[in-house]
C-alpha cells in the first residue's frame, strides 16, 4: 500500500478500514518480533504478550496521530517509531526487565538496526 491508501483508508474508517488496521499491526508485530529478538532470554513466555501488547497500543498512537504524518517516510516506517517511542522513563524500563540503563540502551540500538534492516526489506 502506498503512503496516501495508508491515510486514506485508515482516516475514512470505510470498507477497507479492518483489513487495513490487521495489516498494520500485523507489519509492527512482525517489526517488533524481529528488534526485540535479543529480549526473548530476559522476558521468557511473556515475549508474545509484549510484543502483542505492544503493537495494540502502537495502531491506538497511530491512529489517534495520523495528522502528524509528513509522508518523508514509508508509512509502515514512521509507524514503527510509535512503537518504539512511549513516555517510560529509561530507568523503569530497566527496573522491569531486570537489566541496567547501559545493557537496555545497548539493546534498543541494536533492535533499532535490525528494525531498519528488516523494514527496509519490506
Request: hydrophobic content about 40%; glycine content about 4%; overall charge positive.
Amino acid at each position: 500500500m502506498t503512503n496516501d491508501e495508508w491515510i486514506a483508508i485508515l482516516r475514512v474508517r470505510g470498507p477497507d478500514y479492518s483489513r487495513a488496521v490487521e495489516e498494520l499491526r500485523s507489519t509492527l508485530v512482525r517489526g517488533l518480533r524481529v528488534s526485540l529478538s535479543g529480549w526473548t532470554r530476559k522476558v521468557g513466555r511473556e515475549f508474545g504478550s509484549l510484543v502483542d501488547d505492544s503493537a495494540h497500543e502502537a495502531v491506538l498512537r497511530i491512529l489517534d496521530n495520523l495528522d502528524s504524518f509528513r509522508g518523508e517516510s514509508k508509512f509502515t516506517t514512521w509507524a514503527m517509531m510509535a512503537v518504539a517511542v512511549k513516555d517510560v522513563p529509561i530507568e523503569e524500563v530497566a527496573r522491569r526487565t531486570n537489566t541496567n540503563r547501559n545493557a537496555l540502551y545497548k539493546l534498543m540500538h541494536d533492535a533499532r538496526m535490525k528494525l531498519n534492516s528488516a523494514m527496509e526489506s519490506l
